[in-house]
T-cell receptor, first 113, second 113 residues
C-alpha cells in the first residue's frame, strides 16, 4: 500500500541520548516535511526538504537535524534529547508545487525522560 | 512566522445540524488553503483544498474562501457523530524553492447524538 511509513510508532528515550526517527515514502513525492504536534501549540514545522539533496529549517529547528540522501527517505535526528522534545512527530510528503496537498505518516510518539 | 488562526472550541453541534468552522490567515499573498481532519491519536487527513474565491463542495463538506477578507471556512452539513474530531486549517507558504503548510491550532468539533 502506497504511503508514508514512520518508525518507531512510540519511544521512551533518556535525556541526552541520540535518536533518529525514520520516515519513508513510496509515492515518489519531491517534498518531505517533519512536524511536531503539542497540545495547545498545534502542528509546527521542524525541517523540510523540497527535493532530494536539499533541506531547510522550519519554525522550530533547534535540536534537530535532517538529511535527504534520496527521494524516499527523510530521517529526523535528535542529537541529544531533552524533555522539551517530548511530542508527537509527524512526517509528511507532497508532490511539490503551489497547489499540492501534503500526506501524513501515522506519527511517532516520543517521550524524553 | 505568518499566522493561521482558528477558534480552539470545542464547537458542539447536534446530529444533523450544520457545523461551521472558521479560519483567518495573515499573509495576503497566500493562494492555497486546505482543511484536514484529525481524530484523537491519529494523523491528519485531507478533507478539502480550495484555491479560488467562492465555494467548493464535496459531499457534505463545503469550503469557502474570501481572499479579500483573508478568511476560509469549512461547512459540514448533516453533521454525524463520526465527524467529531479536530479540524485543522492549513495555508501553503513558500519555502525557498518550494512550499510548506502552515497550520492553525485546530478547532475541536463535537457532534452530539
Amino acid at each position: 500500500i502506497a504511503g508514508i511509513t514512520q518508525a518507531p510508532t512510540s519511544q521512551i528515550l533518556a535525556a541526552g541520548r541520540r535518536m533518529t526517527l525514520r520516515c519513508t515514502q513510496d509515492m515518489r513525492h519531491n517534498a518531505m516535511y517533519w512536524y511536531r504536534q503539542d497540545l495547545g501549540l498545534g502542528l509546527r514545522l521542524i525541517h523540510y526538504s523540497n527535493t532530494a539533496g536539499t533541506t531547510g529549517k522550519g519554525e522550530v529547528p533547534d535540536g534537530y537535524s535532517v538529511s535527504r540522501a534520496n527521494t524516499d527517505d527523510f530521517p529526523l535526528t535528535l542529537a541529544s534529547a531533552v524533555p522539551s522534545q517530548t511530542s508527537v512527530y509527524f512526517c509528511a510528503s507532497s508532490p511539490g508545487g503551489a497547489n499540492t496537498e501534503a500526506f501524513f505518516g501515522q506519527g511517532t510518539r516520543l517521550t524524553v525522560v | 512566522q505568518k499566522e493561521v488562526e482558528q477558534n480552539s472550541g470545542p464547537l458542539s453541534v447536534p446530529e444533523g445540524a450544520i457545523a461551521s468552522l472558521n479560519c483567518t490567515y495573515s499573509d495576503r499573498g497566500s493562494q492555497s488553503f486546505f482543511w484536514y481532519r484529525q481524530y484523537s491519536g491519529k494523523s491528519p487527513e485531507l478533507i478539502m483544498s480550495i484555491y479560488s474565491n467562492g465555494d467548493k463542495e464535496d459531499g457534505r463538506f463545503t469550503a469557502q474562501l474570501n481572499k479579500a477578507s483573508q478568511y476560509v471556512s469549512l461547512l459540514i452539513r448533516d453533521s454525524q457523530p463520526s465527524d467529531s474530531a479536530t479540524y485543522l486549517c492549513a495555508v501553503l507558504e513558500p519555502k525557498n524553492s518550494g512550499y510548506a503548510l502552515n497550520f492553525g491550532k485546530g478547532t475541536s468539533l463535537l457532534v452530539t447524538p
